[in-house]
């Protein structure tokens, strides 16, 4: 068993090189700065992480929220975010966020994973631009090798492959086109502590929260969402609260020795599981074994043209699409489809993941209002007493509660009303301000009407609010 986890471990750290780096670019730092953020994330989460098995490192999601900052203030308020957004996720894990993913819907999810991979590869596109044009018959070659190969076999990473043939190919020939050493230092040395150069004043805070917050949440949904992959999969349970605050505490210390920040990774963490890996022990030795590849052989790393990593990044934007949503959208309810939609617009337009899907939530809430507030029904008929009663069936709450108002006759009704909610529910307050003022309309013509029915529950919260609400008087 650990032989497999192992070679699990080296497996992953090889895979691991080319998108470190290529996320670097995406957020607009040296290759270094990925590289230390996926060593020291993959260390610290294999003691700190609820999911054995699940690799953490630098990833696309973060880098796509932290870019803007990095653009426009620089690597220390990088720094400093990452910290600050660790910080977030501690507190948010141990309020029990991961409870909360269970109302975050799929056609959020969906949208979120879509978004991020048309995020994914728009941040190739200006390196294909202005470009020798051998570039573009070597990125053909890239993905021809990285989707053929696994025809054959599966004993090695595609990606790898491909990144191995095109350098060789370059070198071999000579081809003079741009290269890993082109876009910044590599490291030469272990990551050391140092806090980030920044300002310690409300200014700097101001700065970098919005971009903490977006990493903390956009790292949590990934992570959770990946462990619970992971826990398919695998037919084990994790423990995802402990995940949460876990990954919290691996992007403050990322933070502190020079690193991105990061959450988990999907593709990475399949292929460890698929490589056999379910312990800890394998994303332990995917981040030591990455550190001593790229500081040993930071030479043969410089030199890797960035038509290989640009292949290797639209792969992965092909593989995170999820296609099945495109082929289904024919057959799925409009509400869900305008979520998807709206999460992926909003994600694309303002490049941040966590809008997007607070976005899409809030879409979500309101098209399952709009539909919940179309099932009520109120019917009326006349009991052997000559009292009009009014039998109200679904769920009461401010969006259903609203039309109810309009469904009285209180002109023609007897004088005496009753209003039967044996087969409705009192959700909120709203409903009891709707009831109330429906019976004071009654009483401004003389009229009395009555409410029966009420469960437990829904007498409880009418008796506490009754009378004492505007909305009726």
Same mark, same amino acid.
Request: charged share 10%; proline share 4%.
């Given at each position: ?191 050391? &502590? $140092?806090?980030?150069? /920044? ?5 700097? !805070?101001? +700065? ?6 977006? =990493? #903390? ?123 998807? &939609? $709206?999460?992926?617009? /909003? ?5 941040? !993941?966590? +809008? ?6 809030? =879409? #979500? ?109």
């Amino acid at each position: 068993m650990a032989r497999t986890e192992v070679l699990a471990g080296l497996v992953v750290a090889l895979a691991l090189i080319p998108e470190a780096i290529s996320f670097s670019i995406i957020a607009g730092v040296d290759p270094r700065v990925g590289l230390f953020a996926s060593f020291t994330m993959a260390v610290v989460i294999s003691f700190t992480g609820g999911r054995p098995a699940m690799i953490s490192a630098a990833t696309g999601a973060v880098a796509l929220v932290i870019a803007p900052l990095v653009h426009e203030h620089g690597l220390g308020y990088l720094l400093a975010a990452v910290v600050l957004g660790g910080i977030f996720q501690v507190l948010i894990g141990l309020a029990g966020f991961a409870k909360l993913m269970r109302f975050i819907p799929r056609s959020v999810m969906v949208g979120f994973v879509n978004a991020l991979a048309i995020l994914i590869f728009t941040a190739q596109l200006p390196q294909l631009i202005d470009v020798p044009w051998l570039v573009y018959p070597m990125v053909a070659v890239g993905l021809a090798i990285i989707f053929g190969l696994p025809r054959i076999t599966n004993a090695v990473p595609a990606p790898l492959v491909s990144i191995i043939v095109l350098t060789v190919v370059t070198v071999v020939i000579g081809i003079a086109v741009p290269n890993v050493g082109d876009e910044g230092e590599l490291p030469n040395s272990l990551p050391f &502590l $140092a806090l980030p150069d /920044v300002p310690l004043s409300f200014e700097t !805070l101001r +700065i970098i929260a919005p971009y903490a917050l977006g =990493v #903390a949440f956009v790292g949590l949904m990934e992570s959770l969402m990946t462990a619970k992959l992971v826990d398919d999969i695998t037919d084990t349970h994790s423990d995802k609260t402990r995940e949460s605050w876990g990954q919290g505490v691996a992007n403050i210390v990322t933070g502190f020795f020079g690193g991105m920040g990061g959450c988990a990774m999907i593709g990475q963490t399949m292929i460890n599981v698929k490589s056999g890996a379910r312990t800890r022990l394998s994303t332990f030795l995917a981040g030591v074994f990455l550190l001593i590849l790229v500081v040993a052989l930071g030479d043969v790393v410089a030199i890797i043209p960035m038509a290989a990593l640009v292949a290797v990044m639209i792969f992965v934007s092909i593989a995170t699409f999820d296609w099945h949503s495109l082929r289904t959208l024919h057959t799925m309810p409009r509400s869900e489809t305008v979520v998807m &939609l $709206a999460t992926v617009a /909003v994600v694309v337009w303002t490049s941040n !993941l966590a +809008i997007g899907v607070g976005v899409g939530v809030l =879409v #979500a809430c309101v098209a399952f209002a709009r539909r919940i507030a179309h099932l009520v029904e109120v019917t009326a008929t006349t009991d052997d007493q000559g009292r009009r009663v009014y039998s109200v069936h679904g769920a009461l709450f401010f969006a259903s509660s609203n039309d109810l108002y309009t469904q009285f006759d209180y002109a023609g009704d007897p004088a005496e009303v009753v209003i039967d909610l044996s087969n409705a529910q009192v959700w909120d307050a709203s409903t009891v301000a709707a009831l109330d003022a429906i019976t004071h309309k009654y009483e401004t013509r003389g009229k009395t009407a009555t409410v029966v029915g009420l469960s437990d529950h829904s007498a409880a919260r009418y008796e506490r609010h009754a009378g004492q609400l505007s909305g009726g008087h």
